[in-house]
């Protein structure tokens, strides 16, 4: 399942690029980019010596290699912003993190570095879409814990809020993994907050 969203994901990039030319222009710098992971995906098509895009998808483990490189190269050029696919770096220091999972995907944040404060807050909303669960964890460089979960149904307006609290959170990373419920979109924001 999640290597047909991925390949949902760069097949819709693909899709952008084969538009002509001028209609880059309505999509400013997403152009750029959707032709730079054109040019990435296209290059590792060839690498792994299929003919082209639909007969590397045809042969799975191909594919995924070839999904795998694409996101690679997207979160290098993304730089952990807004457009990473992968994780992003989870902000505790009250700012908003944000997003929308689609397809039944999951996102996840991730603290930077190890946290100074023993106890985090984390304030959920739930801004459009399905449900969703929502969990925390935490890793000491050994081991992970898995600590409070979450749930949204897709019956929770917009703007509803749940709150979860990481205790012995000191000197752990702490991971915030969003998980939206079957095929439904969800869209979030929460505040983690010491």
């Known amino acids: 399942m999640r290597s047909q969203m991925l390949g949902i994901l760069v097949a819709g990039a693909l899709f952008a690029v084969a538009v002509p030319s001028n209609a880059q222009s309505t999509c400013g710098s997403g152009g750029k980019v959707a032709t730079a992971i054109w040019e990435k995906v296209g290059a590792s098509v060839k690498a792994k010596g299929c003919k082209n895009v639909g007969d590397c998808m045809d042969k799975k483990d191909k594919w995924e290699a070839t999904v795998k490189d ?30 929308k999972v689609i397809l039944g995907g999951e996102r996840l944040f991730i603290s930077r570095a190890p946290s100074e404060d023993d106890e985090i807050k984390i304030f959920v909303t739930k801004e459009a879409g399905g449900g969703a669960d929502v969990t925390v964890s935490t890793f000491d460089g050994t081991d992970c814990a898995l600590g409070q979960k979450l749930s949204f149904e897709k019956s929770d307006k917009k703007g509803h809020i749940k709150t979860m609290t990481v205790k012995n959170a000191r000197g752990k990373i702490v991971i915030v993994k969003v998980n939206a419920d079957g095929v439904s979109a969800f869209d979030y924001k929460f505040r983690a907050a010491q």
């Not at 690679?72 to 912003?81: D, H, I, P, V, Y």
């Not at 992968?86 to 220091?93: I, N």
């Open 70 to 99: 694409a996101i690679s190269f997207w979160n290098a050029q993304a730089a952990g912003g807004w457009a990473t696919i992968g994780p992003r770096p989870l902000l505790v220091d009250g700012s908003w993190n944000d997003g």
